[in-house]
């Protein structure tokens, strides 16, 4: 009953406080006339406007640069980051942001952009294909796991028990079958830059990189960020750990990012590297089919989270 009604008036209104800095983080934005549709990483077209108008109205929004610059001035300030690199950014979420002038961080994976393929979208567009999960479960998982509890929740286990340390040539198989263009590819994402839009590091592959052995994890991330500096010649200094929570990276990821000059990166909150402190955490709230309210609630929350953070 507490948590209900303490759930109800968080989801009212956005808590005022000083020098508030969020970043939001989307993945696919679905057309309205589109059928491609991933539940967990999914956002349609017109909750999508809503939630950036409601961004909009309490947000001064600035791109990623602006924003970890920003010092305390008494205002509220946010950035537009995406994962992944879907192809919907472009023809979707792309022209409202434009229309808003409002600056965008896109984290992409070298495989997505060359293959058109990852192994995550993969198992969910391709979970009744027998022969890829075989092919996967042959080569990341343990002979502990049988295939038949493997087929029956492929990406839970690829999540938490893969042996990532395989070669990665086997996430991907050219038999399998699309709806249509899933990600980004090399030439529009030079054109989106060439309009503003910043492109930043995400890994080649995006495994977990917690586990990965320290040699994978190195290859995984200088890898990315080399083909990223040689595709739009300019230096990549933000990394977005994949799937971005605390038990999908350890002490060797933090490690390689500081040893390779990055400034920060995207883990549930932001670490700065240049400071090696977590101290002045900036929350990443991810979205999909979220109401208002629901974002009122997870923004108010993140704001709590943060400041008894910020405290210790």
């Known amino acids: 009953m507490l948590l209900r009604l303490a759930k109800k008036v968080l989801s009212l209104q956005p808590f005022p406080r000083n020098n508030h800095r969020v970043i939001f983080l989307y993945h696919h934005i679905k057309a309205t006339q589109s059928n491609f549709y991933l539940p967990q990483c999914t956002t349609s077209e017109n909750n999508f406007i809503e939630q950036i108008n409601f961004i909009r109205k309490y947000f001064n929004i600035l791109s990623l640069e602006e924003l970890l610059a920003k010092t305390e001035d008494g205002k509220r300030y946010a950035s537009i980051v995406f994962d992944d690199g879907f192809d919907s950014f472009k023809n979707v979420a792309f022209p409202v942001l434009k229309n808003y002038k409002i600056p965008a961080t896109v984290f992409v994976n070298q495989a997505a952009i060359e293959k058109q393929q990852l192994w995550v979208s993969n198992i969910l567009l391709n979970a009744d294909n027998k022969n890829y999960l075989e092919q996967l479960w042959h080569k990341f998982m343990s002979e502990q796991i049988n295939f038949d509890k493997f087929a029956k929740n492929p990406l839970n286990l690829m999540l938490t028990q893969a042996n ?4 990665p040539s ?4 050219s038999n399998l079958k699309f709806p249509l263009k899933i990600y980004l590819d090399e030439q529009e994402i030079i054109d989106l830059d060439k309009k503003g839009i910043q492109f930043e ?4 592959d995006h495994l977990v990189l917690s586990l990965c052995n320290l040699d994978t994890q190195r290859k995984q991330i200088i890898e990315n960020k080399l083909y990223l500096e040689n595709l739009l010649a300019k230096t ?6 994949p799937f971005g929570k605390t038990e999908h990276f ?4 933090t490690q390689i990012l500081q040893n390779n000059l990055y400034n920060y990166s995207n883990i549930p909150q932001i670490f700065d590297y240049q400071q090696n ?3 002045n955490l900036i929350p990443r709230i991810s979205l999909t ?3 208002i309210p ?3 609630f997870y923004l108010n929350r993140a704001t709590i989270q943060s400041f008894f953070e910020n405290k210790l």
């Open 164 to 167: 990532f340390n395989a070669d």
């Open 277 to 279: 402190s977590i101290k």
């Open 236 to 241: 990549s200094q933000h990394f977005a750990i």
């Open 250 to 253: 350890n002490q060797d990821t």
């Open 294 to 296: 629901e974002l009122i």
């Open 201 to 204: 590091n995400h890994s080649s």
């Open 170 to 173: 086997f996430l991907y198989d």
């Open 289 to 291: 089919e979220e109401s």
